[in-house]
């Protein structure tokens, strides 16, 4: 089994690091996000707006009272989500699984890909500096073997923290916190600890099961007492539902001629394909994208009757949005991307009792392949049709989209 490697990660300060990005001019000053009037709360606020105590939710009129020399600015939610969804594209392109937790916070699984919590403190620093790099903002990561520790470790330095923590650091970092840092733990928990005498997390540690059963009952006992050894199984959950995987090209010549185009909308539907499968995973929308030379752009999407992983449903698909809702009117193609949604794990599916024999014929020709291209790399299987097109193109942008992210079909 290899080791478990949880990060997770949530951005500092978050609506106002952007505020503070967007005019640079309140760099280093208190600001405070949020309405500054009678019935207003902060929904957060820089950390030198902290330092005089202002926190989030608190009524405006308390925090204008500790920090009367705060600029306040106004909530600006689009700018903050749009801005959520790039930090996502990141996390979905270095990690396997992501499992977001609000607009700022995600947890991401990197067991398999990181093999100790070192190697995954690497991957943690490269997320770091790209969110820093790209989006002139800060992010605090943990990193630990379950989630539990990774979310108290991502709070411990803020903000740009990063800290690990392993299993031997339980007795130093986490038994001399409070109990209410117990997940799952609320004020009325809390209290009915502190009732028996436990204040800290060592505290439970250190007490018998049974005497911890008597203050707040055998499950939540059972629970408090794994957390405070570090124990925690739950898993990092990925959300399927808005995942996207897709392929598009741009050519440096315009495609004109139809066959050329036809070619290269099957080769990004066999990427696609082929992604679908290698992940286990079958797809129930098809989205195509066309940006003709002078830059109009079609999006369009069909949901096929059944979900699939196999080229044949993807690319006709593809050429009946192609044919019926692009009105290219003799312009040539100067992108084309073919991307799928409604992603689920294959095993899910519960398909027809009977498959007909081409889906059958279909899925083992797309399986052998498969097999073919892992023995052989990537070039090795090629449609007839694919075949000496030499078609002259390069990628859109220097990773390919496929991997794990929200591709075009969301913009
Ligand atoms: N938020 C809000 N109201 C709250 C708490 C949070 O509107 N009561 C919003 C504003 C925050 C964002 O959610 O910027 C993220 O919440 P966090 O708890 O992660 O707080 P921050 O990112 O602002 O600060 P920190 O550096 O402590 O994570
Ligand atoms: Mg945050």
Redesign the pocket.
Known sequence: MPMRVVLHL????????IEVREDPALAGKPVI?GHPGKRG?????S?EARTFGVR??MPSVVAARLCPDAVWVP?RMGL?VEISRRIRKILDEEAPVVEPL????AFLDMTGWAKDLDAGAAIARKLKDRIRAQERLTA?VGVAPNKFLAKLAS?LE??DGLVVLPKEAIPETLWPLPVERLWGVGPKGADKLRLGGLRTIGDVARTAEDAIASLMGASMARHVKALAGGEDDRAVEHDRASRSISEERTYTDDLRDPREIDRALLARAQGVARQLRREGLVARTVHLKVRAGDFTTWTRARTLREPTDLVDPIVGAARELLASRVRLEGKGVRLLGVGVSGIAPAGARAGPLFPDADTVRAKRIAGAEDAIRAKLGDTAVTRASLVGSGLPMHHSSGKPRTKNGRGFPEE
Do not use: G, H, L, Q
């Not at 709360?41 to 606020?45: E, G, N, P, R």
């Open positions: 949530d951005m500092d300060a978050f609506y106002a690091a996000v709360v902060v929904a957060t606020c950390y989030s939710a909530v903050y609000s607009i700022d916070e605090s709070d803020k903000p």
